[in-house]
C-alpha cells in the first residue's frame, strides 16, 4: 500500500495543499523543484500552453512525486490539521517557505461508530511529529486504528 501523503506548502496568504501518492523524499522538495520533479522549464511552457487549448498533460509518464496541481489554497494550518482525512493518509509534510520539511506520521483512530452515529474520517486522528525513526518503521503494527483507538480509550494518549 502507498504511504499517501499531504503536502502542504507555506505560501504568503496561508498553505498550498497537494497530494503524493506514495512517500516523497522531503530532500527533494526544493525550490528548483517544488514537487520533487525534474525541473524542465520548455516542458512546463508547453504543458502551460496546451492547457490553454484544454489539453491536459497531466497523465504523463512525466509526472513529479508531488501532484503539482493544489487541491486547495490560502488555508491556515489549522485548517489543513481539522480537514485532514485520517483514514485516507499516512504522512503529512509542512514545508516552510524556505522548503523545510516537518513531517508528521498521521495516526487514524479508527473509532468508526460511536454513539450509534457512523464518525467521519476527517478530524478522526493525531498527526505524530518527526521523522522515520523506530516507531515509525513499525508503524503498521504499533499504530494500526484499533491500538490507536484503544490507547485513547484506556487513557493513554
Known amino acids: 500500500m502507498a504511504d499517501r501523503t499531504l503536502v502542504a506548502y507555506e505560501r504568503a496568504d496561508g498553505y498550498d495543499i497537494h497530494y503524493a501518492p506514495d512517500r516523497p523524499d522531503p530532500d527533494r522538495l526544493t525550490p528548483a523543484a517544488p514537487f520533487g520533479g525534474p525541473t524542465d522549464r520548455r516542458f512546463d511552457r508547453l504543458r502551460e500552453r496546451l492547457a490553454a487549448l484544454g489539453i491536459d498533460l497531466a497523465n504523463t ?5 508531488v ?3 493544489a487541491q486547495a489554497t490560502g488555508q491556515t494550518w489549522e485548517e489543513v490539521v481539522t480537514a485532514l482525512d485520517y483514514q485516507t493518509y499516512t504522512w503529512c509534510y509542512r514545508l516552510d517557505r524556505d522548503y523545510r520539511c516537518e513531517q508528521y506520521l498521521v495516526c487514524h483512530f479508527g473509532l468508526g461508530v460511536r454513539g450509534g452515529e457512523r464518525r467521519d474520517p476527517v478530524g478522526d486522528g ?7 525513526g523506530p516507531v515509525v518503521r513499525r508503524r503498521p503494527r504499533l499504530l494500526s486504528g484499533r491500538r490507536v483507538g484503544g490507547a485513547l480509550g484506556a487513557g493513554v494518549i
Open 67 to 69: 501532484d503539482p496541481v
Open 61 to 65: 509518464d512525466d509526472r513529479t512525486p
Open 126 to 132: 493525531l498527526l505524530l511529529p518527526g521523522g522515520p
